[in-house]
């Protein structure tokens, strides 16, 4: 009998427990966006997004006032999760980074790339309207803007004021450009 | 003694095998570039290496015949590697996606974004020249090409006539551009 018992504790630890530890990882992993957060709605920039997240794409913006690239990632599972829903997950969370470029003739051509960063966006997607009466959240999402010469101070006061304006033409795509991001439509 | 035995087992099961698992598979992720590659030295293109892999970056070529996108993505870990060691660790893989672009006027200027993929390039950073009588291998990488009509497909019959030419400006950092690759400098 007390080896029976044993037995089946074995079996739940090799065989249950590893699973849903691994599935639970997997979770907290992907859609983790609201550790972020703190409880009055403030927005940290995710460290190591760029080892740890996947690129959803970039916009290169010729300007004669100065070329910019703009490269965004998401959190792990983002795509896969779009690619079935058409939508954002609750708790996904983008990070745009804005780039000034270098360019130089190569053997392709003109080619331009990102240099020095000036700017992060971040946003964190919300279907629960979380925090009503804080400014960086609304329209399904929660906003956030970091800057150069100082990466870890969040810096936006309304995100009606600070981001919305840019993002309107997007707004039937909960506001946000998919049509670079061909990770959306194919992995 | 029994009972001992079997607390022994129990122990092995919950605390060491899942971690030993979890480090395996961390470490097979990252630098398994030769699971792509038969014994003769044929390359497959990764699968899900849009969900699975790290960008490097991206480099848009304006071109009056047609401006290009390149997009290039390395294995798991390889930027965390290169940034600790300044080279590309042996197994790793890189895949550079070559776009057509779409343009149009939005709210930040005149902006460019991939549309069709034409091409896939895939490298694998091989320090032990395993295939010295392959003509796909050479300069410590294999090199590989597949085209939109057949993606699947490698194409490429010699990397010196096929890839290393547009590389050469590159040679000094193992024929890669890595000047448009932030991430192998900041995390």
């Not at 044993?6 to 090799?14: P, Q, T």
């Not at 703190?38 to 070329?67: Q, S």
């Not at 810096?155 to 600070?162: C, G, P, Q, R």
């Not at 304006?165 to 670079?180: E, F, L, N």
Request: aromatic fraction near 12%; glycine fraction near 8%; include cysteine.
């Amino acid at each position: 009998m007390t080896l029976r018992i044993w037995f089946v504790i074995f079996i739940l630890a090799v065989v249950v427990l590893p699973g849903n530890q691994r599935a639970n990882s997997q979770r907290t992993q992907s859609f983790d966006g609201f550790q972020l957060v703190d409880k009055d709605g403030n927005i940290r920039k995710p460290a190591d997004y760029r080892d740890r997240f996947e690129l959803l794409g970039t916009y290169t913006v010729i300007d004669p006032k100065g070329n910019q690239m703009h490269v965004t990632y998401a959190s792990p599972g983002t795509a896969a999760y779009y690619r079935k829903t058409g939508k954002f997950p609750d708790g996904a969370v983008l990070v745009k980074e804005i780039y000034g470029t270098d360019h130089a003739q190569l053997t392709t051509g003109d080619a331009h790339w990102a240099s020095g960063i000036n700017v992060w966006f971040v946003k964190i997607k919300d279907e629960k309207s979380r925090h009503p009466d804080n400014k960086l959240w609304g329209d399904g999402w929660g906003w956030a803007l970091f800057k150069a010469d100082a990466p870890d101070k969040q810096v936006a006061t309304d995100y009606k004021k600070d981001c919305l304006g840019c993002h309107i033409p997007a707004k039937s795509t909960d506001w946000t450009y998919v049509q670079g991001f061909p990770v959306l439509k194919s992995k």
